[in-house]
């Protein structure tokens, strides 16, 4: 079995700042790509970032500037640091892994349950 579970959401002005963390636990061999998605009310998921296995990273061009994703593989987690945050990043935040699971062959795609982040004066 394999858990991702994220941290950090909440409730910050505009302009502010905020970090995201999501761990990774359980029978885990190896990750590959680790990445955000956010889905506003209303709207589909969206892509925010990702990164490799290794420092490789790629950004929505709404976030590109403001948002900077990083891992910690000693930790199997997963961050995204948001500055100058705007109303319209207001979503709900969704941390996905690709993992391969220890005694198999195969990577699958993992989701968190999402935590919240409001940016509202």
């Known amino acids: 079995q394999v858990q991702l579970v994220e941290s950090g959401g909440g409730l910050v002005q505009p302009g502010g700042s905020l970090r995201v963390s999501c761990a990774a636990s359980?029978?885990?061999?190896?990750?590959?790509?680790m990445g955000w998605y956010r889905q506003a009310p209303g709207k589909q998921r969206e892509l925010v970032a990702t990164i490799g296995s290794g420092t490789r990273t790629k950004y929505a061009d709404s976030v590109k500037g403001r948002f900077t994703i990083s891992r910690d593989n000693a930790k199997n987690t997963v961050y995204l640091q948001m500055n100058s945050l705007k109303p319209e990043d207001t979503a709900v935040y969704y941390c996905?892994?690709?993992?391969?699971?220890?005694?198999?062959?195969?990577?699958?795609?993992?989701w968190g349950q999402g935590t919240q982040v409001t940016v509202s004066s």
């Open positions: 359980g029978s885990i061999f190896s990750i590959n790509a």
């Open positions: 996905n892994a690709n993992i391969q699971r220890r005694g198999t062959f195969m990577s699958y795609d993992y």
